[in-house]
Nanobody, 124 residues
Framework: QVQLVESGGGFVQAGGSLRLSCTAS????????MGWFRQAPGKEREFVAA????????DYADSVKGRFTISRDNAKNTVYLQMNSLKPEDTAVYYC?????????????????WGQGTQVTVSS
């Protein structure tokens, strides 16, 4: 099991950037595939990005490709989400999540451990 804590959310104008961090405690971070999801008010939780155990492979939702970058530092037990060219429609609570295995999944039910979320608000 992995305990996850997100940070780095905030308020930014459209076109701006934010970097989210998610720090894990527990023994299994380096064995976990990590993902970022987001949930806007009144909407379902949606996949944003995922990264493989050693950080070689990544996957992105079409809506964020070319703007967001996921990365990880296993020595620091941390996964990051660099968000550039932010749009008002990126406004949401952002969650990091962990799952075992090696296959990417955009289905939130496939992830076992979740952080508490961090709010990102983008103004127009």
């Amino acid at each position: 099991q992995v305990q996850l804590v997100e940070s780095g959310g905030g308020f930014v104008q459209a076109g701006g950037s934010l970097r989210l961090s998610c720090t894990a405690s527990g023994q299994s971070f380096s064995r976990s595939l990590m993902g970022w999801f987001r949930q806007a008010p009144g909407k379902e939780r949606e996949f944003v990005a995922a990264i493989s155990r050693v950080g070689i492979s990544t996957d992105y939702a079409d809506s964020v490709k070319g703007r967001f970058t996921i990365s990880r530092d296993n020595a620091k037990n941390t996964v990051y989400l660099q968000m550039n060219s932010l749009k008002p429609e990126d406004t949401a609570v952002y969650y990091c999540a962990a799952r075992g295995g090696v296959v990417f999944s955009a289905d939130p039910t496939q992830y076992n451990d979740w952080g508490q979320g961090t709010q990102v608000t983008v103004s127009s």
